[in-house]
């Protein structure tokens, strides 16, 4: 493996969840690029970093803000820490990116802004009170 950085990992990761979502496979994924699905695998594992020139064309033609891909990178990975402020640990995954990816295909389909609201507050509520329990 080339390069196996946090943030590289962070990135494959995020593109694995948008392919799931918008239920592409690898090969169709590596068409956008032109390139196998091989590469598309090596992409998604963080084994190989994507170019800024594949994270704006897939930004593109899937539809999203070149931005979604760094979502939720927190801590040191994602930049020095301010003169007050202690770097923090790289943010954790989801448990299961296929979960994440149920959970964001479901909730696309809501289309009451108040049951949205409602999806997330609920959602929230779980996050806090049963973080701290052990996967089952």
């Given at each position: 493996?080339?390069?196996?950085?946090?943030?590289?990992?962070?990135?494959?990761a995020r593109l694995r969840l948008l392919?799931?979502?918008l239920g592409l496979n690898q090969t169709e994924l590596g068409a956008i690029l032109d390139v196998t699905?091989?590469?598309?695998?090596?992409?998604?594992?963080?084994?190989?970093?994507?170019?800024a020139e594949a994270l704006f064309l897939l930004s593109r033609r899937l539809g999203v803000d070149v931005a979604y891909f760094f979502?939720?990178?927190t801590g040191h990975a994602a930049?020095?820490?301010?003169?007050?402020?202690?770097?923090?640990?790289?943010?954790?995954?989801?448990?299961s990116l296929s979960d994440a990816a149920r959970l964001d295909q479901a909730f696309s389909r809501i289309r009451s802004r108040k049951?949205?609201?409602?999806?997330?507050?609920?959602?929230e509520l779980v996050a806090k009170n049963f973080s701290d329990e052990l996967a089952e």
């Open positions: 493996m080339k390069d196996t950085s946090p943030i590289n990992r962070h990135i494959g392919r799931e979502k699905y091989q590469q598309a695998q090596k992409y998604e594992s963080g084994a190989v970093r994507l170019s979502e939720g990178l930049g020095a820490a301010g003169f007050a402020e202690q770097p923090a640990p790289y943010g954790t995954q989801p448990a049951a949205r609201g409602h999806a997330v507050a609920l959602v």
